[in-house]
Nanobody
Framework: QVQLAESGGGLVQAGGSLRLSCAASGGSFSGYTAGWFRQAPGKAREFVAAITQWGGSTYYLDSVKGRFTISRDNAKNTVYLQMNSLKPEDTARYYC?????????????????WGQGTQVTVSS
């Protein structure tokens, strides 16, 4: 099993940037597909981005393409989400998730491991 811990959230003005980190512990991180999800109050959890085990493929929510970049450093057991050109509608709690294996899913139910989340608030 793997434990995940997010960091890097905060308050930022529209147009600004944040870099979220997700530190994994409990095993070889290369064995896991990783993703980022977000959830705003009163809304369903939403897929944001995912990355394959060795970083060869990435997938994004359409509304964040060109603004967000997911990456990973397996040597550091860490996955990142670089968020640029932030908009107020990006405001949410962001969660790191992982699943054992190579398959990528956009459904949160497919991911067995979750962090506690980190709050991102974008002011207008």
């Amino acid at each position: 099993q793997v434990q995940l811990a997010e960091s890097g959230g905060g308050l930022v003005q529209a147009g600004g940037s944040l870099r979220l980190s997700c530190a994994a512990s409990g095993g070889s991180f290369s064995g896991y597909t990783a993703g980022w999800f977000r959830q705003a109050p009163g809304k369903a959890r939403e897929f944001v981005a995912a990355i394959t085990q060795w970083g060869g493929s990435t997938y994004y929510l359409d509304s964040v393409k060109g603004r967000f970049t997911i990456s990973r450093d397996n040597a550091k057991n860490t996955v990142y989400l670089q968020m640029n050109s932030l908009k107020p509608e990006d405001t949410a709690r962001y969660y790191c998730a992982a699943r054992s294996g190579a398959l990528v899913f956009r459904r949160g139910s497919e991911y067995a491991y979750w962090g506690q989340g980190t709050q991102v608030t974008v002011s207008s």
